[in-house]
């Protein structure tokens, strides 16, 4: 069984004995949140399971594991030896299919977004690809694609009072869930993170994705009491405070992001455990002196249309898909959404069976 380095060093803790979070992050240097992140990943492999104290043990597959690698030890110690004299473990032959990283919990979908949204990438988009789904399954899909499961985590709420009950917070959701996939080593270098209601309208060459975007300032999007509002507000506190610049790059369209980065702002500003906007953090960490180019999905916009009426007329959806980049919709705007754009991906993709 192949493990990430950060799995690796997780596991062999908890064979030594180190069975909670806190204690694995002392040890090993990570943070809470990283630990948990890969601990979720070790548990998907069978390897360990969660006891209902939140301390965790080894399973019969772990247990197997641990007793292969005492037995071969040596053995391992000697092949790595004979391979750093002959080759280069690091090399790659050829360039490799990008990872196309969509989050997904099924009770949030409105509809069959998710199936279309894969039919728009296996039509539309130009490069080599693999799509990986963390979350919930359905079941139509076929292996194709790569399913991560994974359930919903709670969160504190941050309320300054003495006793924070526990929440769903959909952006630290959606951090837990990547963190973990990085974590794992399921992704790793450059990929794609996208959404299930978000689909290419026309051909889609990776630059188009590569371009930054930007809806405004993050404070444009804080002056509601939702709780997105609030983490949208924590966002640009946080940026705010280390005097970098605060565009909100959440615009609703595929984003290209570096794994290794992203998993060193998550660590940096403990976003598995804080409500942030993990790609406003990421791209306004990455490229403080950046001048994204703005969109904002309105009719007057040549790049992405946000569909968010449920009385958008078929002829004008029809012509959106054949003028934008991309189109977006939320749950009221897949009722129009969904008017037209069977007949745009007539055809099942690849992802289903």
Not at 346 to 353: C, D, L, N, V
Request: glycine share 6%.
């Amino acid at each position: 069984m192949n493990l990430s380095e950060k799995e690796s060093k997780v596991l062999a803790l908890v064979i030594a004995g180190v069975l909670v979070a806190s204690a694995i992050a002392e040890q090993s240097e990570l943070s809470v949140g990283s630990v948990n992140a890969v601990l979720n990943s070790l548990i998907n492999k069978d390897l360990l399971l969660r006891n209902e104290d939140k301390s965790v043990s080894l399973t019969a597959t772990g247990v197997e594991y641990k007793k292969s690698l005492n037995e071969s030890d040596q053995a391992a110690k000697d092949a790595k030896g004979e391979e750093n004299s002959s080759t280069d473990p690091t090399h790659i032959e050829g360039q490799q299919p990008i990872a196309v990283v969509i989050p997904y919990l099924k009770s949030e979908a409105a509809g069959e977004e998710l199936r279309y949204a894969l039919r728009s990438w296996a039509d539309h988009f130009l490069e080599d690809h693999r799509i990986i789904i963390v979350g919930d399954k359905e079941d139509w899909f076929s292996p194709e694609i790569t399913h991560v499961p994974l359930d919903p985590v709670l969160i504190l709420e941050d309320c300054n009072c003495a006793a924070p009950a526990e929440i769903r917070n959909p952006q630290a959701d959606v951090t837990h869930k990547i963190l973990t996939l990085i974590a794992s080593g399921e992704v790793t270098g450059d990929f794609i993170l996208t959404n299930d209601d978000i689909y290419l309208a026309g051909p889609t060459a990776l630059i188009d994705i590569q371009v930054l975007k930007a809806f405004g300032d993050l404070e444009d999007h804080a002056k509601g009491t939702s709780l997105f509002c609030q983490n949208s507000l924590r966002t640009k506190q946080a940026l705010a405070k280390e005097g970098l610049s605060t565009h909100h790059y959440g615009t609703h369209t595929p984003m290209f992001v570096n794994a290794e980065i992203l998993a060193e702002v998550i660590e940096k500003y403990n976003a598995t455990e804080k409500g942030y906007l993990l790609t406003s953090l990421y791209f306004n960490y990455r490229f403080p002196d950046a001048r994204p180019i703005q969109i904002t999905g309105n009719i007057k916009d040549g790049v992405l249309a946000s569909v968010y009426r449920d009385s958008v007329e078929p002829a004008m959806m029809w012509d959106l898909f054949q003028q934008r980049k991309f189109i977006n919709c939320n749950s009221k705007g897949w009722l129009s959404v969904k008017n037209v754009i069977a007949k745009v991906f007539p055809q099942p993709s690849r992802y289903e069976q």
